[in-house]
C-alpha cells in the first residue's frame, strides 16, 4: 500500500520556512508516525497541527544556577 504524499509547512514566528521535498517528507513521517502511535488518534487522521514555544523564564534560569552554587560549596 503506498502512502499518500503528505504536505508539511514549518512557520517559524508566523513566518513560512522554504522545505525541500526531502525534508518535508522526513519533518512530516516523522510526527505523523509519532501522533498515531498516540492513543486515540484515528488512522485515517486529515490534519496534524504541532505548536512548539518556548516559555521565557529568566528568573528560573538563575535560580538553577544558584542551587549549583549551594551544592558546589556543600
Do not use: C, P, Y
Not at 17 to 46: M, P, Y
Request: proline fraction near 0%.
Amino acid at each position: 500500500m503506498r502512502m499518500k504524499k503528505m504536505r508539511t509547512e514549518v512557520l517559524v514566528d508566523g513566518r513560512s520556512v522554504e522545505l525541500n521535498d526531502f525534508v518535508q517528507e522526513i519533518i512530516g513521517r516523522t510526527v505523523a508516525g509519532a501522533v498515531s502511535a498516540l492513543k486515540g488518534v484515528e488512522s485515517d487522521w486529515k490534519t496534524i497541527e504541532v505548536r512548539i514555544s518556548r516559555e521565557e523564564h529568566a528568573g528560573a534560569e538563575a535560580g538553577s544556577r544558584r542551587r549549583v552554587r549551594e551544592e558546589a560549596s556543600a
